[in-house]
C-alpha cells in the first residue's frame, strides 16, 4: 500500500525502517528508549541535519554509479510504503530496480548508503549477504512492505571503494523482525510504557527530573552491583565499558530517586547540581550589576551520578 504525505514529517504515527534495528538493540545510532521517546511524543528531534542532509545529496550518486554497473534500470517514487496487514508499519524505499527495463515491474529494490572506510570489517565480501544487522533488519523490514523478494545495497566507503551487497528476503528472520515490531508497538507506543534502558543517556533521558525526597534502599543485587562498581573504579580506565554497563544497571533502579542507602547509610547519590550561569560579557557583572542580575540565565544541566566510598570514607563522581 501507498500512501502520500511527507512521511518525514509524521514519524511518531509510523514504525519505518531506519527505527526497526534500533528497536531490536542492533543500531549503533539509537537505542529502542530514543525511539519510544519519538513515537509517543516525549521528545521529537528535528528530521533535518547534516549528516541525513549529505545522505540525500549522495544517495543519487551512489544510486546512478549503482546503475553504471550493473546496467540496470532504476525508478524513485517518494511516498511511503504501508505494510498490507499493520499500518503503523512504513518505510521509504531509496530506489526500484528494473532489471528488464523501466517498461516491466521492479524485481528488486535498492537501499543506498555511505560509510566510514574504517567499518570495512563489518561487511563481508562483495556480493554476499554480509552486511552490519542494522541495515539487514531495515532491507528485511523494506522487502516486507514490498513483497519483492531481493534487495540490493549499494555503499560508497569514502570516495574510492564501491560495493554491492545482495539480500535475499528470508521469511523466518522476516516474521521475528515483524514481531519485535509489533510487540513495540502494542505494548510500549501504545501503552506507553518505556522499553527497558540500554545506556546511561537512556537513563538521562527517562529520568530526568528526580525526588530529593526518594531515598531506593538497596538489595542484594545491587549492593553486589555497587561492590563492582567500585573495584571497578580503582581498576582506571582500563574497565570504562563495563564501569558504563553497571553504572545503567545501578541508574535504572534508582529511576527518579536520588539517594541509594542501605540500613540508613547513604551509598550513592544521582541528583542534578545546582544550575550554572553564564554571561557573554564577563565586564557586565563587575560594572553593571544591576543589570548583570536581571538577565542572567540557568542553564540546563543533567543529573549527576555520585557512589558512596564508605570503607574509606572519599566520594567518587562517576
Not at 530514543?34 to 513515537?39: H, S
Not at 542553564?299 to 557512589?307: G, I, T
Request: hydrophobic residues 40%; contains cysteine.
Amino acid at each position: 500500500m501507498l500512501i502520500n504525505h511527507d512521511f518525514t514529517q509524521d514519524r511518531s504515527k509510523y514504525i519505518g525502517g531506519s527505527d526497526i534495528g534500533a528497536i531490536l538493540g542492533l543500531s549503533p545510532f539509537k537505542s529502542p528508549l530514543a525511539v519510544w521517546m519519538e513515537k509517543t511524543g516525549k521528545e521529537v528531534k528535528p528530521v533535518d541535519s547534516l549528516p541525513l542532509r549529505f545522505g540525500s545529496f549522495v544517495e543519487e550518486f551512489v544510486a546512478n554509479e549503482y546503475a553504471k554497473a550493473t546496467g540496470f534500470a532504476l525508478s524513485a517514487d517518494d511516498t511511503a510504503r504501508i505494510h498490507p496487514q499493520y499500518s503503523f508499519m512504513s518505510g521509504n524505499i531509496d530506489r526500484y530496480v528494473h532489471e528488464e527495463g523501466l517498461h516491466m515491474p521492479a524485481t528488486k529494490i535498492l537501499e543506498c548508503k555511505t560509510a566510514n572506510p574504517f567499518s570495512r570489517a563489518q561487511w563481508g565480501e562483495v556480493g554476499s549477504d554480509q552486511i552490519p544487522l542494522h541495515y539487514l533488519t531495515q532491507v528485511t523490514w523494506y522487502l516486507a512492505l514490498t513483497g519483492i523478494e531481493r534487495a540490493d545495497i549499494a555503499v560508497l566507503f569514502g570516495n574510492t571503494d564501491f560495493r554491492v551487497y545482495t539480500i535475499l528476503r528470508d521469511p523466518e528472520l522476516e516474521n521475528l523482525v515483524l514481531e519485535k515490531a509489533h510487540h513495540f508497538w502494542y505494548e510500549h507506543v501504545l501503552k506507553d510504557v518505556p522499553p527497558p534502558v540500554q545506556t546511561l543517556e537512556d537513563c538521562q533521558l527517562l529520568f530526568q527530573r528526580s525526588d530529593p525526597s526518594k531515598t531506593l534502599e538497596a538489595n542484594a543485587e545491587t549492593l553486589a552491583l555497587l561492590e563492582r562498581l567500585q573495584t571497578l573504579h580503582y581498576q582506571g580506565n582500563a574497565c570504562e565499558e563495563e564501569i558504563t554497563t553497571v553504572k545503567t544497571q545501578i541508574m535504572a533502579q534508582m529511576q527518579d530517586a536520588e539517594v541509594l542507602a542501605h540500613q540508613g547509610q547513604v551509598l550513592a547519590t544521582w541528583k542534578t547540581p545546582k544550575a550554572s550561569y553564564r554571561l557573554d560579557a564577563k565586564r557586565l557583572e563587575a560594572e553593571e550589576r544591576a543589570i548583570y542580575e536581571k538577565y542572567k540565565i540557568a542553564s540546563q544541566v543533567s543529573r549527576r551520578f555520585v557512589l558512596k566510598d564508605t570503607s574509606q570514607a572519599r566520594t567518587a563522581t562517576l
